[in-house]
């Protein structure tokens, strides 16, 4: 985040996410144990990276582990970055080896609360400072926390699917497949939704069908669950809340069987280029553009300063607070803005660099592509 501090960054990010600028990596890690091999080449003191997997999501291969490393790197931070395939005996041996390598600053994203805070105590004990990226791990001991703010996030969906439906008849149907249980972000993101979409189901403008959390976010598990739900309500649905883009790709299959794909919205997240592709398309209505780069630099940012040992400078920099209700506790946090992104949008995260137009200008969406102007 350059000279600014990320408190004023995350406002700016806010007002002009275009200025974020990625580009993508389809270089995947290895998530074997630590590795001289793996680690970053910087010279300065050494920063662990574990990221959660490359099942269910390409943001963490693609985006997160590129972006970290690149800013990890301006910090003047050696950086090793792995990825535990979604195991959480992986992760931990992961961490159990970067801990031993002797890291100054341990950055998780984790695929459970579990796991993190048992991860957060072990480093901790050795004087390891911790921050959670992007999940916070409830009941955990991370002293910082960077995302973007999940609960918005949340109500940038439910805003998306209530615009989507505002011309449909009283009772219009809808079906939420959401994120998994053990993730916190996944229960923010539902709180977001419900932001919006409570007050018009309590109305009966809208009729709430049912709404199921997805273990592990398995997509397959997603599409299996929406067409068990469509089946039981008749094969009818007017809206799909889905908690990601790959979630959203699941359920955007399904309703191709029975033919009701492009006419009825699906929310999403992450702007993924197939997500973006289904939204050129018209086959999902939205998603929602979290610009990585801002949040991989404001890991950096703080992970240089307590590399440091300089907490009062780590402390300005997370000037926001995270409520762990489990952990009764507040979590200094840097949180970071997001963007709705209908079919209107798409080229704002061309223009942005997070995607090339050649990963999302394929055959079935050059006509759109062309017309919205994404070359």
């Known amino acids: 985040m350059r000279s600014k501090t990320l408190a004023s960054i995350a406002v700016t990010a806010g007002l002009a996410l275009a200025v974020s600028a990625c580009g993508a990596n389809t270089s995947s890690g290895t998530g074997g144990s630590t590795t001289e091999s793996n680690a970053g080449s910087g010279t300065g003191a050494k920063v662990g990276v574990i990221l959660p997997e490359t099942a269910t999501s390409a943001r963490w291969e693609g985006f997160d582990k590129p972006l970290l ?20 005996q992986k992760f931990s041996t992961l961490a159990d080896g970067m801990i031993n390598s002797g890291v100054k600053v341990l950055i998780i994203a984790t695929p459970n609360s579990e796991v993190g805070a048992s991860v957060a105590k072990k480093a901790q004990a050795q004087g390891i400072q911790v921050i959670d990226y992007d999940r916070l791990n409830t009941g955990g001991s991370s002293s910082y926390y960077v ?7 949340g109500e940038l969906q439910g805003q998306g699917l209530a615009d989507a439906l505002k ?9 939420e497949i959401e994120g998994a249980p ?7 993101f539902t709180q977001g939704q419900k932001k919006v979409l ?33 089946t039981s309500n008749g094969g009818k649905v007017d809206g799909v809340v889905a908690a990601n883009d790959g979630l959203a790709g ?17 929310t999403g997240q992450d702007a993924t280029p197939d997500g973006l592709q289904a939204v050129l398309r018209g086959d999902q209505y ?34 926001g607070s995270t409520d762990d209700s489990k952990g009764n506790r507040k979590v200094k946090s840097v949180l970071l803005s997001a963007q709705l992104i209908t079919k209107d949008k798409v080229k704002s995260v061309v223009d942005a660099g997070f995607v090339k137009a050649s990963d999302i200008c394929v055959a079935d969406t050059q006509a759109a592509c062309t017309e919205l102007g994404i070359k």
């Open 69 to 88: 490393e690149a800013a990890l790197k301006a910090e003047g931070l050696s950086p090793d970055i792995q990825n535990a395939q979604g195991d959480v």
């Open 147 to 153: 995302s973007f703010d999940n609960v918005k996030v």
């Open 167 to 175: 011309e449909k008849p009283q009772g219009a149907q809808v079906i």
């Open 182 to 188: 053990t993730d916190n972000n996944a229960t923010l």
């Open 198 to 230: 409570q007050p018009l189901y309590d109305s009966g403008k809208l009729k709430l069908v049912q709404s199921q959390p997805i273990d592990n976010w398995d997509n397959q598990k997603g599409g299996q669950v929406f067409e068990q739900i469509l």
């Open 250 to 266: 699941a359920v955007i299959t399904i309703l191709k069987k029975v033919g009701l794909n492009g006419k009825v919205p699906v």
């Open 286 to 319: 939205m998603t929602v553009f979290k610009p990585i780069k801002d949040e991989a630099e404001a890991a950096a940012k703080l992970a240089g300063a307590l590399a440091k040992g300089d907490t009062a400078a780590a402390d300005a920099l997370a000037s």
